[in-house]
């Protein structure tokens, strides 16, 4: 909402603005911990706090491919993020058999998958004006449909390599390796979002596209390239978490679809676009799953964790995603 | 186009206007699919079959019109199948098999919770301007809980009349006349028939329009004096009195609730919606061709199954048609947009 923070002094208010999301969203993980450890016994403890950050990365990961569709605009969401990692850790199972020689092999086939599938979703979307949502969801079902083909011919086989392993699923000394990933991704992504043209560019497309048009950028471009770039994400993952597993399997990505929306929505996109800080959306990836295993750990069976997930859910978004103009 | 710009300015025949509507693509659409399903099976037309595809097709039908009202509203629900899995749990829960009054109080608390599951989603998305698709992600979640607590594993009571949203033969005291009335119109037809009276009446007033209106753009009708808040708030009640009745339908047929059942359908009510040419953005398509959406959308399932499609290709052929259905819809209303709009500036 550009004009609503110029109203309120610009800038400097647009600063203050983001980070008091970020310490809201750093205060309620302290809270989830601290009643945690009341409620739980450990639930505080330094391996626990470990084991949410290494699963909340994931979503985090996830939720980069959202973040950048929802920031070029067009109500851009990609629900074929899941089956995208799950075709390219299926496809580069047999290829990497648990050999680091053929990684290169493997990374190439998730490009091209990633790329190939972007293209297809930015092609419908922005070239041909169909609705994200629709787009990428039947994308994922025919994703969805070719893994269905394939392992009804051919049984899935493979490992991966090593180096897959001991990046998503090893620690160094206490901390898991993933998290090491998420960072230097989270300092690139910064880089590219705020420090670059393009970046410049992304923003200015979601945030006004008829101004970002007249200024003479490609918005169509702009927004097909998003695009690409959440496939070729989804893809890589798709690799880390074959890393992560040791197998791969038919439905290993599509339970980090809804959450990485969710978790970039908590972290402060905004679904309209041209908005995005990628520090607060792993924030809200960490902020979901801390609270999801607090939830579990309660251990009040499922209908307890589903309907705490819920309200919490519910609440944080009233709390501070809304955006009351006087209604 | 040559032959266009030459008519400009000449008004266009009731023919034409009819033709040049966008949602007239996914009739079109419908008809292909009618007629390669028929060539498929054999017999399709007939009595008994046509009622086996009604019983399969209805619930559908019926979430998707609910979806396609909050669509037109400019919002989404996410929640739509879980909430439906909810209601059956509700159901089965209140219901006793030995006690018979035990259903209409089933209905009525059933009824009253779908009023506030509308009222809760409605409430967030449109007093406190949350984004619908995430707010109705976390309510899925809420309800899919409650419906858990009340039903762990599937199961429940039904009292026998409750078959009467399924098949009136299956009703011991079912009068004659009414089981005559069930060999040619079906239950779910009857309750997607309510439907249409229900949306008929409320497109009627002011409700249906403000709905558009809001849908259309929302800060116009904010500044022309429409609470926006409150006609997204009756858009999500609207749809869970659909969900309701779709609740109806699969309680008589099963006589059972699950808490899981219900969630695969959420996005396909969606793409049904978007098929049957509602916007996604809000404020336009109708309510009725919605219907056809939901009928494209399910007939694709038949197709794969009678054309011997290995079940592998199913999903695959599925999301296919999906994206050619939509594409086909958006090329076509584009044209017609141009066309009716010849010779003006869109």
């Given at each position: 909402m550009g004009l609503f923070s110029l109203d309120r002094g610009g800038w400097a208010f647009k600063v203050y603005d983001r980070n008091k999301k970020l310490l809201a969203a750093v205060a309620a993980i302290a809270l989830i911990f601290v009643v945690g450890q009341f409620v739980v016994s450990s639930f505080l403890s330094l391996s626990q706090v470990l084991i949410t950050l290494k699963l909340a990365s994931f979503i985090a990961l996830f939720s980069l491919c959202q973040m950048i569709v929802m920031a070029s605009g067009g109500a851009g969401l990609d629900l074929s993020v899941g089956y995208a990692a799950t075709i390219t850790a299926i496809f580069t199972a047999s290829v990497m058999n648990g050999q680091n020689s053929n990684l290169w092999l493997a990374v190439l086939i998730a490009l091209g998958i990633g790329l190939a599938v972007g293209f297809c979703n930015g092609f419908l979307s922005a070239y041909l004006k169909l609705p994200p949502l629709v787009v990428t969801l039947a994308m994922s079902q025919i994703l969805q449909g070719i893994i269905n083909v394939y392992t009804a011919g051919a049984l899935i086989t493979g490992k991966p390599s090593p180096v897959l392993q001991i990046l998503a699923a090893k620690s160094t000394g206490i901390f898991p390796n993933i998290v090491f990933l998420l960072v230097g991704v989270a300092v690139v992504v910064m880089v590219l979002l705020y420090r670059t043209r393009w970046g410049a560019t992304l923003f200015g497309v979601g945030e006004n596209e008829t101004a970002a048009f007249l200024s003479g950028i490609n918005t169509r471009r702009v927004r097909t390239i998003a695009f690409m770039l959440s496939g070729t994400i989804a893809s890589l993952i798709g690799l880390l978490l074959i890393g992560n597993m040791g197998v791969a399997f038919k439905?290993?990505?599509?339970?980090?679809v809804l959450p990485s929306i969710a978790a970039a929505v908590v972290g402060g996109v905004s679904l309209q676009g041209g908005d995005g800080n990628y520090v607060g959306v792993i924030l809200g990836a960490v902020l979901l799953q801390a609270l999801l295993n607090l939830l579990v750990a309660l251990g009040w069976g499922d209908a307890g964790k589903w309907v705490g997930f819920g309200v919490v859910l519910y609440a944080l978004l009233a709390a501070y995603v809304s955006n009351r103009r006087g209604r | 186009m040559p032959t266009t710009t030459s008519k400009r300015g000449r008004a266009l025949s009731g023919v034409a206007r009819l033709v040049l509507r966008p949602e007239y693509s996914s009739l079109l659409i419908l008809v292909v699919m009618i007629a390669v399903a028929a060539l498929l099976q054999h017999n399709f037309f007939s009595g008994p079959s046509l009622l086996l595809t009604i019983d399969a097709f209805g619930p559908l039908i019926l979430l998707t019109m609910g979806q396609a009202v909050v669509m037109v509203a400019g919002l989404l629900d996410l929640s739509c199948g879980t909430a439906l899995s909810l209601y059956t749990c509700i159901l089965t829960f209140v219901m006793r098999t030995n006690q018979p009054a035990s259903g209409v109080l089933a209905i009525l608390i059933t009824f009253a919770a779908a009023v506030i599951v509308g009222i809760v989603n409605g409430f967030a998305a449109?007093?406190?301007?949350?984004?619908p698709v995430v707010v109705t992600f976390a309510t899925s979640f809420l309800w899919l809980g409650i419906a858990l607590f009340l039903r762990p594993t599937p199961g429940g009571q039904s009292v026998e009349w409750f078959n009467a949203f399924y098949n009136f033969q299956n009703v011991a005291g079912m009068p004659a006349a009414i089981r005559g009335i069930g060999s040619f119109l079906p239950p779910v037809l009857i309750l997607i028939l309510l439907g249409c009276l229900f949306w008929y009446l409320l497109s009627r007033g002011p409700t249906g329009r403000y709905l558009y209106a809001v849908g259309g753009n929302e800060e116009s009708a904010y500044r022309s004096g429409i609470s926006t808040a409150r006609v997204q708030i009756s858009a999500y009640v609207i749809n869970s009195v659909f969900v309701f009745l779709a609740a109806l339908f699969f309680v008589g047929q099963n006589q059972s609730g699950d808490a899981?059942?219900?969630?695969?359908?959420t996005l396909r009510t969606i793409a049904a919606a978007v098929v049957g040419g509602i916007a996604l953005t809000g404020g336009r398509g109708s309510i009725y061709f919605a219907i056809a959406g939901a009928l494209i959308i399910e007939l694709v399932n038949k197709i794969i199954f009678f054309a011997n499609?290995?079940?592998?290709y199913g999903t695959l052929v599925a999301g296919a048609i999906v994206i050619i259905a939509i594409g086909g819809s958006q090329l076509y209303s584009g044209y017609s947009r141009r066309a009716m709009t010849r010779g003006r500036t869109p």
């Open positions: 439905d290993m990505g599509s339970d980090y | 449109g007093y406190l301007r949350v984004s899981r059942f219900g969630d695969p359908f499609i290995p079940y592998a």
